[in-house]
């Protein structure tokens, strides 16, 4: 039996910055989890990885990422993209340096 498809945000690192981004639903990369696209169809979800994963100019390594809805839009459902949300591991380096200003 097919497992059911579950809800996604399509995320990817940022060509340049190697930043973590998120696809929008109008076809903006964001840094903001919350601001993705959150995705509830199988079909759906497949062709916007399409389209991202043509984006070689912008992004790179697209793919598919559990999400829920949150109070503020897309939540990371597994811890690994919770982490990738708060940006580097090491300290004084993209989101992390704003938490120390």
Known sequence: MA????????????LVEGDVVYLT???RWTRDHAAAELIEDEAHAQLRLLWAERQKNTIVGAYLADARPGPHGPEPVHFREAFRT?????????????RHV
């Not at 497992?3 to 940022?14: L, P, Y």
């Open 25 to 27: 639903a109008d076809d």
């Open 86 to 98: 708060r940006g580097p591991s090491n300290y004084a380096h993209g989101k992390q340096e704003l």
């Open 3 to 14: 497992r059911a498809f579950s809800q996604k945000v399509i995320t990817a690192s940022d």
